[in-house]
């Protein structure tokens, strides 16, 4: 046997002895985990785009197991109960667009070379916790250093720190000198820097962008991030202009679709979306200059739209008293109004849309701030909140698991003390935060053992 075989072999041999034991241990199945009963004031579970009043969810462990009529829950008189009967309860919401490893509160002009990878970490840890704790109870997380979102996803899931269920990416991929690329700097500067993120995040022509697609599958990714036009917050590089061309983006989703990954692609310029979309994507993200052909298509495809329309008033606002460079503020000027109407337009033409901020650029624990502006150009509430829910979960593809309040997904769930169907900006305030049937707010005082 080669070498290299037989010590494979043995390491083989070593694991299976080492897991017996805790394989036959299983055998003796442990007691399920007792019922705990949630009475909804009002549930808006959805499946539709109604509430019901009075309604009982059964959670055991981390999953519901029934939906019910309260007139129909018999509830044993010894049993755990978390009273919400005076709140409306929701499915935990879906954020399709964060950057967990990054800061909104301030701005460093040289803040790539001071960068490091532990700094992603510490932000992470934090803005994962403020997210939980803002009601979102998962994130597609699309674009950060290699690879922070999978550590991230996998310290989450551990349960070693709190934090929504992570979708997690890669860096997003990027032609050479494109949104995604460190520009401005000398080539001296710019080699010492993130080779990790160039080696991963960096493509030009089809057959690089085939390898770092397999390369960020191979280490963990969920989901692939390209970005297909300019953008506004990188220096060089124009938000409308087309950066990676059909044949580089059709090739990431054939490699990424075969693994069974999504697209998502990031795309201000009305060209780059169009041929995003016909290349294949399974979002657009921004779609600021999205025009009526660029809508048909994504109707037509079925792309999901994911529009960051609160972003605008914190570029604009606060990201200016701490010093956003000009060029980046001047290209927000050109892109924010237009990504708003083009936005009202897609909702009235049917284009699907999921709800996703960039939290990141405003910050974490904010990102409920955008269900006004969804409302304000074009949504009804109960279509935002399917956009953070049963659509945003469609899109990231764990419909199966969390979106909506149905028996068999898990317990993710949040109330607020106000009807959001009236005021949808009440999310804004989220009083009670479950995740897979832990409480991990509760300014209800529901959950108290009584
Ligand atoms: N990450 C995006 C970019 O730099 C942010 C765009 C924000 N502006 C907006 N109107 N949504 O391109």
Redesign the pocket.
């Known amino acids: 046997m080669p070498r290299k075989l037989s010590a494979l072999c043995s390491l083989l041999f070593a694991l299976a002895a080492f897991s017996l034991p805790s394989a036959l241990a299983q055998t003796a199945k442990p007691a399920p985990p007792p019922p705990t009963y949630i009475k909804a004031g009002h549930l808006f579970d959805a499946t539709s785009d109604q509430l019901r009043d009075d309604v009982v969810v059964v959670v055991e462990g981390e999953r519901i197991t029934r939906v019910l009529p309260a007139a129909q829950a018999v509830i044993p008189a010894d049993a755990a109960v978390i009273d919400l009967s005076k709140a409306w309860v929701l499915p935990g919401l879906i954020d399709c667009h964060t950057h967990l490893e990054g800061r909104a509160d301030k701005y460093d002009p040289i803040n790539d070379v001071k960068y490091t990878p532990f700094l992603g970490g510490f932000n992470g840890v934090v803005n994962a916790n403020l997210t939980l704790q803002a009601g979102f109870t998962s994130v597609r997380d699309v674009g950060s250093q290699p690879f922070f979102a999978v550590d991230l996803r996998r310290t989450i899931d551990e349960g070693f720190i709190p934090g929504p269920r992570v979708v997690a990416s890669g860096p997003g991929i990027s032609i050479t000198g494109g949104?995604g690329d460190m520009n401005g700097f000398a080539p001296a500067v710019e080699n010492m820097m993130y080779p990790a993120e160039r080696d991963y995040g960096i493509v030009d022509g089809p057959e690089q962008m085939r390898h770092v697609v397999r390369e960020q599958i191979k280490y963990g990714v969920d989901v692939i991030k390209i970005l297909a036009t300019g953008?506004?917050?990188?220096q060089g590089d124009k938000?409308g202009a087309e950066q990676l061309t059909y044949e580089e983006m059709k090739m990431a989703v054939d490699e990424a679709h075969r693994a069974g990954r999504k697209v998502a692609a990031?795309a201000?310029g009305t060209e780059g979306i169009k041929n995003a979309v016909r290349a294949g994507v399974d979002s657009i993200e921004?779609g600021?200059l999205l025009d009526q052909e660029g809508m048909d298509l994504m109707k037509a495809h079925g792309t999901y739209l994911v529009a960051?329309?609160y972003?605008?008033d914190y570029?604009l606002g606060k990201a200016i008293d701490f010093g956003l460079p000009k060029e980046m503020v001047d290209k927000?000027k050109t892109?924010?109004r237009l990504?708003r109407e083009n936005f009202a337009k897609a909702v009235a033409a049917g284009v699907k849309i999921a709800f996703g901020t960039?939290a990141g650029?405003y910050p974490h624990g904010d990102n409920a701030k955008q269900f006004h502006y969804m409302v304000k150009f074009g949504m009804t509430p109960a279509g935002a909140i399917r956009a953070a829910t049963s659509s945003a979960a469609d899109l990231i593809d764990r419909a199966a698991t969390v979106g909506t309040l149905e028996a068999g997904k898990y317990a993710d769930l949040i109330a607020v003390t106000a009807n959001p169907l009236d005021r949808v900006e009440t999310l804004e305030h989220v009083a009670f935060v479950m995740k897979g049937g832990k409480v991990y707010k509760d300014e209800t005082g529901a959950a108290k053992p009584r």
């Open positions: 949104h953008g506004v917050l990188s938000p990031h201000h921004h600021s960051d329309i972003n605008d570029i927000e892109v924010g990504q960039d650029v």
